[in-house]
Structure formats: structure tokens, C-alpha cells
């Protein structure tokens, strides 16, 4: 179906007394601008099926307007006092908050997420740019030693234009996650959110500009990725890419990046392991272990999928994971899935999972009945003891599914989590403290928590193995944001 079709399609459909859809523009050197070629998309809420506002269908064109704003942009700002800049971010971030209310119906309307959720994810979004704004202000080089002859000294430069490529799961988290640390740097963006969940990132763009960020330095254009965000990586003057979204793109982007030998950030896959031994606290970890796929309905890279608990407790601990899903309410404690096509995705894992005889201990439907009926929304599921080569124990599902393996001692364990293709975090839970952090070093993942640790904005964030590369969060990003320079002068 082509654009126009999508579009026709939605503003035809309109034929009883409901308002027209409201159009949100691309967001360009400051202003709202129409798309070049003129079409539009509609959007669609996942909670009840029934069409929304409609987004700029962007092509080349659009991109090359942001791109060549960002690009005349980025030099005063970087030229500017660190302090500056952090002012300005400082200001970008009280307009979030000022603007909340807005920013969370925006979010809603195109994700269903539940209150809890959208104010975790905002409230989230606005804190990158407090911390960024925060922390450009230490962010120096350093003086090398080389003599009495000599000084040299090191320099973070922005690399100039950054394309931010970002998914529909965490649409403003995601962004802000991206444009904070490369804005504080003393780059320019070009954002590219997902088609089915824009219209946050354009409005934070306006509230950027209104609280006083420089025209150009970020810019949204949205679309599809072949229109929109294929042009964006392949832009001779965008001189990285953060990208998060699967690993197929992820790996489409990683050779675009590597034929033009400019970075790419790639946030991508994992199956996560949650690992419980018997001497742990048995309650907490079986409620982080609901959690996981309770929050934002299992649809986050890191969530930890892959329950692995030793032997003796196996039974018990997954027990009480079921009866904690079994309560929850859609609509109030999860919401729905976001896509129509993830939608289809996780229900075609349900139908695999059953021709393969795997039954599972609950959920592995979506709501036929009561108020989830009417959404996307999908029953949190548990299937236990599922074989390690199933694709159920393998693969990233991107919905509320958790599966089961039980483990008979340490180095069991320790197998357990390493046997997946990503390695995007893990989560252990143990009395012995000794344990719990040999396990974490053992690991091969980006973040380990131990006992329920806390994984904040300060702390980095990334993948080992088809997870991906490079770091989000933490002070890591920042130099992820920046190239190195050198400079050395002789003294004699
Ligand atoms: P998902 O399948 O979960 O939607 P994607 O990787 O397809 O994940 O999407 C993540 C982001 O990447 C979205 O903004 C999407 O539009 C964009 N994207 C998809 N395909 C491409 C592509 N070929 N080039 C650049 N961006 C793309």
C-alpha cells in the first residue's frame, strides 16, 4: 500500500461526525514545515484500533532541508561555553516538564501505555536532559605530559550532524536518550522516530525551539525508514548514527555506516536471563522476574525474558510469577501491544509454540472478552522448561513472554545465561553477595544487576554480542557524541 493509499484510506474512513485528524509537520531549523511531497499518515491507537492524527510522510527531500539546517547550525554551537549549552538544555528540560501533560496524551494516543508507564517515561525523558545539561559542564580532555618541552592536550569535538534513528516502544525516552548527550556535545540532530510513533519527538522539537535551543540543532523529519531514515544514514554530511531499533535494520545500518566509515550507536535485540538461585530472596526476584514483562508489556530491549532458576525452587518461584501476572488488569496495569504487526508477531509465537506441543502455564492469547478486547492487548504468558533450541527460548519476542529453564548449580548458571545470540543485560538474584557478583563478571552482557541493583541514566547502557555497539547513558555517552582530538605544541 502506498502512501497516499494509507492516507486516503484514513481521512476516507471519516465519514461520521468525527473530527478531522490533526496534522503534525516535520520539525525543521525551527519551524514546522510541511513534507515535500506532500502526503501524510495516519496514526492508529493499539488501546481501541480506531485512527488518531496524522504525521508528515517524509522523503529525501525533507531529509536534505533538516540535514543542511543542522549542518549550518551545529558550529556556533559548538563554539559556545559548555555552560551555555547546559543552559540551554536546563531550559529544554523545563519546557518538558512545563509541557508534560501534552507530551504524555501525545505518547498515549499512539501507544495506549498505561498512567504509570507514561509518567515513568516522560518524567525519564525530561531527566536526560537535566543530567546532560549537568554533567557537559565536567566534561573536559586532559593534559598529556610529554616534558618540559612540550604541551599537549585533548579536545571532545562534536562530530557535526548526528541522524537519530529511534523505535516505537520508548517513542520521547528513546529520543531524548539520543538527542541529550549529542546536543550537550555540541552536535546537531536530525531525528527520524518510528512511523508509528512520532508525534512526541515533533513536539518535543517545538518545545525545544520555544525554550530557546538555536534553529536547526534539532530537527525531526518523519516517515518511513526506506524514505526517510535511509537517506538520513546515507547523508554525506551526517557523520553518525544512533540507531535503536532490531537487530536486522541495526545490521542494514551497520553496513551503510561501515561503506561511508562513519560511527554508528546500535541499540538493538536481547533475551535477557533473570537468574535465581535457591538461597535468594525468592519473593523479590519473582516479582522482578512479573515485572519484566509487565513493564511497558515486555515491548523494551532489556527486558529479562529468559527466567533461569535453580532446580530446587523452579517450581516455586514460577509459581508465584504466574500468580502475580494473573492479576494484573489490561489497560490499568499493562498496556497494549503497540504495532499492529508486533501484534501479529506475538500471537504467531503463541501459534508456533503450540504446533510445536509447548503449552503454556499462562496466558499465550490475546483478550477475546472484557476491556482488552478492544485494544491490542495481549495476556502475560509463562512457558515453562521450554527447550534451549526453541525459538520461544531464543529469540526476542517483544511482548509480555516469559520463558523457563531450570539450572542445577553455578556454573550451570552461568552457561544458561551466556547460551543466546545477545547480551544486552542480565539480572541475578542470590543470597551468597559473592556469588551474585561472579556471576555478573561472568556474564557477557552490557548491564548486570545483582539483587534488584538499580540501572539508572547514570549508569551506561549497551549490548555485548547482536545486542549491538556503543554506549547510551552515563558519562560514556557523552563520548560516544564525541571524537578525540589532539593537540601538541612545542615549547622550544
Ligand atoms: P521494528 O521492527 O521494531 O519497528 P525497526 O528496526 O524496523 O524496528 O525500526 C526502528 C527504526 O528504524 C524506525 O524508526 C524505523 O522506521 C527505522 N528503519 C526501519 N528500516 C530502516 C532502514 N532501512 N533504514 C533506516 N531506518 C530504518
Redo the contacts with the bound molecule.
Keep these: 500500500m502506498s502512501i497516499t493509499d494509507i492516507t486516503g484510506t484514513a481521512t476516507g474512513a471519516t465519514s461520521a461526525p468525527a473530527a478531522p485528524p490533526r496534522r503534525h509537520e516535520h520539525w525543521i531549523n525551527g519551524a514546522a514545515v510541511p513534507p515535500a511531497g506532500g502526503a501524510y499518515f495516519p496514526t492508529r491507537s493499539p488501546a481501541t484500533r480506531e485512527p488518531g492524527d496524522e504525521i508528515a510522510a517524509g522523503t529525501a527531500a525533507d531529509v536534505e532541508l533538516a540535514v543542511a539546517a543542522a549542518s549550518a547550525a551545529w558550529p556556533a554551537w559548538a563554539a559556545r561555553p559548555a555552560a551555555e549549552r547546559a543552559d540551554v538544555l536546563h531550559a529544554v528540560a523545563d519546557a518538558m516538564a512545563a509541557g508534560a501533560a501534552e507530551l504524555t496524551e501525545l505518547e498515549r494516543a499512539t501507544t495506549g501505555k498505561t498512567d504509570g508507564q507514561l509518567k515513568l517515561e516522560i518524567d525519564m525523558s525530561v531527566a536526560y536532559f537535566r543530567y546532560y545539561a549537568g554533567v557537559l559542564r565536567a566534561l573536559h580532555g586532559r593534559t598529556i605530559d610529554l616534558g618540559a618541552g612540550a604541551h599537549a592536550y585533548t579536545r571532545l569535538e562534536p562530530y557535526g550532524v548526528i541522524g537519530a534513528?529511534?523505535?516505537?516502544?520508548l517513542p520521547l525516552n528513546q529520543a531524548s536518550r539520543a538527542l541529550a548527550p549529542a546536543l550537550a556535545v555540541g552536535n546537531a540532530v536530525v531525528a527520524?522516530?518510528?512511523?508509528?510513533t512520532s508525534t512526541s519527538t515533533v513536539r518535543l522539537a517545538r518545545l525545544a525551539t520555544e525554550a530557546g535551543l538555536p534553529d536547526g540543532l534539532l530537527n525531526v523529519v518523519t516517515g518511513?525508514?526506506?524514505e526517510?531514515?535511509?537517506p538520513?544514514?546515507a547523508h554525506p554530511l551526517v557523520r553518525k548514527v544512533a540507531?535503536?531499533?532490531?537487530v536486522?535494520?541495526?545490521r542494514?545500518?551497520a553496513g551503510v555506516a561501515g561503506d561511508r566509515l562513519i560511527p554508528v550507536t546500535l541499540e538493538l535485540g536481547g533475551k535477557s536471563p533473570v537468574v535465581v538461585f535457591a538461597d535468594a530472596d525468592l519473593d523479590r526476584a519473582a516479582a522482578a522476574a512479573a515485572g519484566a514483562i509487565q513493564a511497558n508489556s515486555g515491548q523494551v530491549c532489556s527486558a529479562t525474558t529468559r527466567l533461569l532458576v535453580e532446580d530446587s525452587v523452579h517450581d516455586e518461584v514460577v509459581a508465584r510469577v504466574v500468580e502475580r501476572l494473573e492479576r494484573l488488569r489490561p489497560g490499568v496495569d499493562f498496556g497494549p501491544i503497540i504495532?499492529e504487526?508486533?501484534f501479529d508477531k506475538v500471537l504467531a509465537a503463541f501459534a508456533q509454540a503450540a504446533r510445536d506441543g509447548l503449552t503454556p502455564l499462562t496466558g499465550g492469547a490475546a483478550y477475546d472478552d472484557g476491556p482488552g478486547a478492544a485494544g491490542q492487548y495481549v495476556r502475560p504468558t509463562v512457558y515453562a522448561d521450554v527447550p534451549p533450541t526453541h525459538p520461544l527460548a531464543r529469540e526476542e519476542v517483544?511482548g509480555p513472554v516469559l520463558v523457563t529453564r531450570r539450572f542445577s548449580d553455578e556454573a550451570d548458571a552461568l552457561a544458561m545465561a551466556n547460551d543466546s545470540d545477545y547480551g544486552l543485560v542480565a539480572s541475578v538474584w542470590s543470597g551468597d553477595v559473592a556469588r551474585g557478583l561472579r556471576l555478573a563478571e561472568g556474564i557477557q552482557a552490557g548491564q548486570v544487576a545483582v539483587n534488584g541493583g538499580p540501572l539508572t541514566i547514570e549508569t551506561p547502557f549497551g549490548g555485548y554480542k547482536s545486542s549491538g555497539y556503543g554506549r547510551e547513558k552515563g558519562l560514556e555517552a557523552l563520548h560516544d557524541y564525541a571524537q578525540t582530538k589532539t593537540i601538541s605544541l612545542s615549547l622550544g
Excluded: C, M, R
Design positions: 534513528i529511534t523505535p516505537w516502544n527520524k522516530p518510528s512511523e508509528f518511513t525508514g526506506p526517510v531514515g535511509g538520513l544514514a540507531f535503536t531499533g532490531s536486522l535494520t541495526g542494514h545500518l504495532t504487526a508486533q517483544f
